[in-house]
């Protein structure tokens, strides 16, 4: 019972660096997010998929590339790490699309130098 | 501008007793609320919700109470336990934006961390 994973959960990067995180979901949902958690700041939505082949900028996209070619599956690209970008992420689905009760994964932590 | 606001970074109650953690809103769009409860180092699990037409929820422990005309909602656990001790966050949706294909994700506040002691 996998529900929503992602990898990797830690990673380092240097600044200017590029890394993909991988969300996968198994309960087929069609919408998928990312949110990003910040101290003091919550979560904060970074992109979002309302099914295969559609996605839309939330409230944080900068410096932030997404992609939805399958149902299960929703990676965020970073094409040049910041260290504004140090954060926790979060990748989180739900059916019906929209945001109503929303199934996370554990969370990547990730630290740009 | 902060829509959804948790005023209370921490709150710290003894065991048995009632938590009562609370939620403010600005957006007079938003219709549908949830709590969230996340321990350290997992994701956020979903806690209880809320519809706007309802003002009461209630499951086990947990009920959220919604004042629609204050804007506010809230959290009551009763009676508290050690295993409640986490972060809880309160957010918000507008159905109408994402029922449009429009969907705007759900907006969080800043959360409360929860201490129960014993």
């Known amino acids: 019972n996998a529900g929503v994973t992602q990898t990797p959960k830690f990673q380092v990067l240097k600044t200017g660096q590029s890394m993909t995180l991988q969300c996968a979901q198994d309960?087929?949902?069609?919408?998928m997010s990312w949110y990003r958690q910040d101290p003091g700041m919550g979560l904060r939505l970074i992109h979002y998929?309302?099914?295969?082949?559609?996605?839309d900028q939330g409230e944080v996209p900068n410096g932030y590339n997404v992609s939805r070619s399958t149902t299960e599956d929703f990676p965020l690209r970073l094409l040049s790490a910041a260290p504004s970008q140090t954060s926790v992420y979060f990748c989180?689905?739900?059916?019906?699309?929209?945001?109503?009760?929303?199934?996370f994964g554990e969370g990547s932590r990730l630290t740009v130098l | 501008d902060q829509q959804v606001k948790q005023n209370s970074p921490s709150l710290s109650v003894q065991e048995g007793r009632i938590s009562i953690l609370n939620c403010d809103y600005t957006?007079?769009?938003?219709?549908?609320f949830l709590w969230y409860k996340k321990y350290p180092a997992e994701g956020p699990t979903f806690l209880i919700s809320?519809?706007?037409?309802?003002d009461k929820n209630e499951d086990g422990r947990f009920t959220v109470f919604l004042n629609k005309s204050a804007k506010h909602l809230s959290l009551h656990i009763v009676p508290s336990q050690p295993g409640d001790s986490a972060v809880y966050f309160c957010?918000?949706?507008?159905?109408?934006?994402?029922?449009?294909?429009?969907?705007?994700?759900?907006?969080f506040g800043k959360g409360t961390h929860l201490i129960i002691q014993p």
């Open positions: 998929s309302v099914g295969a082949g559609i996605t």
């Open positions: 309960m087929n949902h069609e919408y």
């Open positions: 957006n007079s769009m938003f219709d549908y």
């Open positions: 989180a689905s739900s059916y019906p699309a929209g945001a109503g009760e929303l199934f």
């Open positions: 957010a918000a949706s507008a159905t109408v934006s994402y029922s449009g294909g429009g969907a705007d994700g759900l907006t």
């Open positions: 809320i519809s706007s037409i309802k």
